[in-house]
């Protein structure tokens, strides 16, 4: 799922003055941050998976606070998420997240990211494709619905 633009604008305003005092860490596109629901790797979607989707609630989500995996600095993700990741094949581990900055060193000094973004209303996701020397390209859409549906 791709945040919409005023709410990428908005945390990338937030991490500005972060990216200044911490240039060691490697960050993020804008326009490449989005939230995974589940990642299927080099595996093909089982088949269902997309169908499924569709029949789903659009949520309301925020992002807000932060926090590290090895390796990996992300803002988190407010509102009810689980219940979509379910339906892409997520399981229980999973923890909604965008991922702003990573580092191959072992010890980092994370910085703390105070941010509380606006709400918006999540109306598609994305199956999304990577490839390391072209980065992501969308390879289908699932719309959700809305309450206005």
């Known amino acids: 799922m791709f945040p919409p633009a005023p709410v990428v604008a908005e945390l990338d305003e937030a991490l500005r003055p972060l990216r200044a005092a911490h240039p060691d860490l490697k960050w993020s596109t804008p326009g490449r941050w989005h939230i995974t629901l589940c990642f299927h790797g080099d595996d093909a979607v089982p088949d269902g998976r997309l169908e499924a989707l569709r029949d789903a609630t659009a949520p309301t989500l925020r992002l807000t606070g932060s926090g590290t995996f ?60 990577s490839d390391p020397s072209a980065g992501y390209r969308v390879l289908d859409r699932v719309p959700l619905s809305t309450p206005n549906d």
């Not at 992300?74 to 900055?101: C, F, K, N, Q, S």
């Not at 010890?107 to 598609?124: D, I, K, L």
Request: hydrophobic share 40%; no cysteine.
């Open 70 to 129: 090895p390796g990996v600095l992300w803002i988190g993700v407010d509102g009810p998420l689980h219940p979509l990741a379910r339906l892409a094949g997520a399981d229980e581990r999973w923890r909604p997240h965008l991922t702003v900055a990573r580092s191959r060193r072992r010890r980092v000094r994370w910085p703390h990211v105070g941010f509380t973004g606006r709400e918006w209303t999540v109306t598609e996701v994305a199956l999304v494709g």
